[in-house]
Nanobody, 130 residues
Framework: QVQVEESGGGLVQTGGSLGLSCTISGLTFDRYTMAWFRQAPGKEREGVAVINKHGDHTVYADSVKGRFTVSRDNDKNTLTLQMRSLKPDDTAKYFC???????????????????????WGQGTQVTVAS
């Protein structure tokens, strides 16, 4: 059974930075594309960033491109999201998830749908104050 735990959220001022982490167990981590999603109140969950199993290809939502950086440590089964120049529109609960099938690859530029991912955790709240 896949277990996911996100951490690192909090309250930050506009223009500030924050780092999120996600640890995953129950799967062979280095075989799966991983992704960060977020869901703001009253909105659907949307993709933020995707990283392939080797960590050498990433895709970002246009809204975060140049400000967010996704990375992974396959030795530690850990996914991270470094966020800078945060805006109030970044306020949301952030989730990490694994592709449902191993060895999938997303070339971009569009992000995959959340239905292609699973292992959803509780998420971690990011609030950006204006």
């Amino acid at each position: 059974q896949v277990q996911v735990e996100e951490s690192g959220g909090g309250l930050v001022q506009t223009g500030g930075s924050l780092g999120l982490s996600c640890t995953i167990s129950g799967l062979t981590f280095d075989r799966y594309t991983m992704a960060w999603f977020r869901q703001a109140p009253g909105k659907e969950r949307e993709g933020v960033a995707v990283i392939n199993k080797h960590g050498d290809h990433t895709v970002y939502a246009d809204s975060v491109k140049g400000r967010f950086t996704v990375s992974r440590d396959n030795d530690k089964n850990t996914l991270t999201l470094q966020m800078r120049s945060l805006k109030p529109d970044d306020t949301a609960k952030y989730f990490c998830a694994a592709a449902l099938r191993p060895n999938t690859y997303y070339a971009g530029p569009s992000l995959p749908d959340e239905s292609d991912f699973g292992g959803w955790g509780q998420g971690t709240q990011v609030t950006v104050a204006s």
